[in-house]
């Protein structure tokens, strides 16, 4: 069987030479893309035959889009992961233009099946009062630590209307990873415990107490393998370990290594003021610092008092007797909308989360039957439902190659039919390679929810014949 080829973009920083080790011992050929000026010294040697390097940048679209060529699957490791900058732009222009960058190299392929995209747990924000987030988080934007942190945030919302709009991304969270590796900014924590034991950091930062999700390097190659191997796109994945406080940190590594624990904490104020004093020797010595100054939040709006204010008369009537105004609540105006005969509202609260061996029935059954419709002739695509198609947004992105091979290429109407011979006209959206308005309504009408599996089976370019597989039958049967 032919071996699978996969870019990882971000190579040869701390997480990416790892991955690449990972995915050469899977079985996978690698191709890393690379810079001319990269230390290549955490990747395997250039004697594999299965590991190819690509020289290039995230930044330059052609020698990206040329780096992709007969792969089969990204892994978009690169970043650009430091405190500070001298110029923020930077990180823009690496996290946010680089990744949109992927994402257009996709539209222009063929080939490639699956992204995976490492993001980041900043990109959820903190939480308060001890609650422990999960893939459902989202961040408040009120205010960021870092710019980097900004950027990230910036990037996970392009990738989940990416995933929106059919392109096959995963995006997964890793926390603050540690474990051996080069020494990078990628490898903060390592870095944090030098300038600890070299009593460049001789106490906690702040109250210590604040907790920080850390994975461990390996487990995040891990995560990041079961991503493209069971992943479902647009679906968030978090790759983070125990939650733990910088204070339990330090206080453990103290154990482990038979010195002392801290005696103090630095307050606020004065990490703050490191940060900038790094910050300074930073533009002398063009040494990036550990640290960074605090950014400034984004204040709350501004709410102003509402007074009533006596308005000023013409003269004409400034002697007659001030009128009096009654106060009358509008209705509210609605406009109709076409329900395919469901009235009811969407339940979100209970809505249907599949298991995996419920998706795997769905699959199973939906091949079955496939193998049956090929007999007659048409091209068919089995679709699974993921929550994205179903709730909220209701977007149903379609592979690239049977859109190009089989769809309409310009914007337009197409018309399903189900199984008891009723059409649906349905926005179909060539640029973005799905369908739009009017799949809702398809979609309410047939009550999908996650877990169904839906078989395409092409009639003509505009005509699609639709089969349902309901993933609750396999509940059914076991009754």
């Known amino acids: ?24 011992n899977h079985g996978y050929s690698v191709r890393a893309l690379v810079r001319h000026s990269s230390d290549l010294s955490s990747l395997p040697t250039s004697q594999n035959s299965n590991l190819q390097l690509s020289f290039g940048d ?3 679209f052609s020698s990206l889009l040329s780096a992709l060529s007969g792969c089969h699957f990204i892994f978009h490791s690169a970043a650009l992961v430091e405190p ?53 988080q989202v961040h408040h934007e009120r205010f960021f630590c870092t710019e980097y942190e900004r950027s990230k945030v910036a990037a996970d919302k ?46 906690y930062i ?35 370990g125990e939650n733990a406080s910088f204070k339990h940190v330090f206080d453990a590594a103290a154990i482990l290594t038979n010195t002392s624990k801290p005696h103090f ?31 400034k939040k984004v204040g709350k709006p501004r709410v102003v008092e509402k007074q009533m204010v006596a308005v000023r008369r013409s003269p004409r009537v400034s002697n007659n007797p001030a009128p009096v105004y009654a106060e009358v609540t509008l209705p509210r105006f609605s406009s109709p909308r076409k329900s395919y005969g469901v009235s009811k509202a969407r339940d979100f609260a209970n809505r249907v989360i599949a298991t995996d061996e419920v998706r795997e029935y769905a699959i ?17 695509l089995i679709r699974p439902m993921l929550p994205s198609h179903v709730t909220g947004g209701f977007w149903l992105g379609l592979p690239s190659d049977f859109c190009r091979r089989s769809l309409p290429k310009e914007d337009g109407m197409v018309t399903m039919v189900d199984e008891q011979g009723e059409e649906f006209p349905v926005v179909y959206l060539a640029r973005k390679r799905g369908m739009s308005g009017g799949w809702k309504g398809f979609a309410e009408f047939h009550e999908l929810v996650d877990g169904d599996c839906v078989i395409f089976q092409l009639l003509s370019r505009s005509v699609l014949k639709v089969y349902i597989i309901r993933g609750s039958d396999k509940e059914a049967e076991l009754d």
């Not at 071996?3 to 990972?22: E, F, Q, W």
């Not at 020797?281 to 063009?286: A, D, E, I, P």
């Open 1 to 24: 069987m032919e071996k699978k080829t996969v870019l990882v973009t971000g190579a040869s920083g701390y997480l990416g030479g790892r991955l690449c080790h990972s995915l050469l």
């Open 58 to 60: 995230i930044t330059d």
């Open 364 to 380: 199973e059954k939906a091949e079955k039957l496939c193998a049956k419709l090929d007999e007659e002739g048409f091209p068919t």
């Open 84 to 136: 500070w900058l001298p110029d923020p732009s930077r990180f823009f222009t690496v996290n946010v233009e680089g990744l949109k960058k992927v994402i257009q190299a996709y539209r222009e392929t063929d080939s490639i099946q699956k992204i995976i995209y490492t993001s980041s747990f900043f990109a959820l924000g903190p939480t308060d009062g001890g609650i422990v987030a999960d893939e459902n």
């Open 265 to 295: 904490t630095l307050p606020m104020w004065v990490i703050a003021a490191y940060g900038w004093i790094s910050v300074l020797f930073s533009r002398v010595t063009g040494k990036l610092p550990l640290l960074s100054p605090p950014m």
């Open 206 to 240: 702040g109250p210590g107490n604040d907790k920080f999700s850390f994975s461990y390097v390996d487990d995040v190659v891990d995560g990041h393998i079961a991503a493209l191997e069971k992943g479902y796109p647009g679906e968030r994945y978090l790759l983070t």
């Open 158 to 203: 392009i990738a989940l209307q990416a995933a929106s709009e059919g392109v096959p991304i995963v995006p997964v969270y890793p926390g603050v990873i540690y474990g051996p590796g080069k020494l990078t900014a990628g490898n903060v924590f390592a870095k944090l415990l030098i300038e600890r034991f070299n009593w460049r950091l001789p106490g």
